[in-house]
């Protein structure tokens, strides 16, 4: 009789050593157990993704200013959340297109209530990404830049200070128009200024609204001195 009942005990220990902490089913077989990937499981073993780490930083911003509670809200929170696909889908994009600076980004669709639908948008992004390149610390815009223009110059194989005057035209447009190479490079770099005359009628078009020269050089007027730093970076990394 005690062994009986201790075999009894021993099965019910199994079956709650295979139970899926997620969502709570349970099984009999370890194989099946090792198997099993339930939504509640698949999204909290992707919460390290760059996707999901954006999104549930982007959930955070959304419920700070939506709902303020005292309460630490955890990523299985957000993963429970009934919000969690929309904000994905807002994480997804952002590593796709490359958003610069998310998180200022949600501050902007926050202030804006652009509906959470729209997150994901183009046409959004655009907006933001060209009033964002206008008031963006010129530390964090040439950083950037030198980062993006290392890559390319690393693919294209050509030296760093090259990459205006040697790279394919339209690929740097493409990247002045996705915010990677900011204006404060562009204007305040000899190559870069050579590149902006050489272009054509379309390509000053594509980039145009997002290093308006007008508006651009009343702000290099204003700010004086962060044009002297920016130029002094510039002259240390090779005169570019």
Same mark, same amino acid.
């Given at each position: ?161 090259? @990459?205006?005057?040697?790279? &394919?035209? %339209?690929?740097?447009?493409?990247? !002045?128009?996705?915010?990677? =190479?900011? $204006? ?8 870069? @200024?050579?590149?902006?005359? &050489?272009? %054509?009628?379309?390509?000053?078009? !594509?980039?145009?609204?997002? =290093?308006? $020269? ?27």
């Amino acid at each position: 009789m005690n062994k009986t009942l201790k075999n009894m005990n021993t099965q019910e220990a199994t079956k709650e050593e295979l139970r899926c902490d997620h969502c709570k089913r349970t099984f009999i077989k370890p194989g099946s157990f090792s198997k099993h990937l339930c939504e509640p499981k698949r999204r909290w073993q992707d919460r390290d993704r760059p996707a999901n780490r954006i999104a549930f930083q982007a959930w955070l911003k959304f419920y700070g200013q939506m709902q303020p509670s005292r309460k630490r809200r955890e990523y299985r929170d957000f993963s429970e959340s009934a919000y969690y696909l929309g904000f994905m889908r807002y994480g997804m994009y952002c590593v796709e297109a490359g958003v610069v600076n998310p998180m200022a980004y949600v501050d902007y669709l926050l202030k804006n209530n652009v509906s959470l639908d729209s997150w994901n948008s183009d046409k959004v992004y655009t907006t933001y990404l060209i009033f964002y390149l206008r008031d963006e610390d010129p530390l964090d815009a040439i950083k950037r830049s030198v980062e993006y223009m290392l890559n390319i110059a690393e693919t294209e194989n050509v030296q760093l200070q090259d @990459v205006f005057r040697y790279v &394919n035209s %339209n690929k740097i447009c493409h990247h !002045i128009a996705t915010g990677k =190479i900011s $204006p404060w490079m562009l204007y305040r770099s000899k190559s870069g @200024v050579e590149f902006l005359t &050489n272009l %054509n009628q379309d390509q000053q078009g !594509i980039i145009f609204e997002y =290093i308006d $020269p007008e508006r651009w050089a009343i702000k290099f007027k204003r700010e004086a001195d962060s044009v002297k730093q920016i130029e002094e970076i510039i002259n240390e990394i090779g005169g570019l």
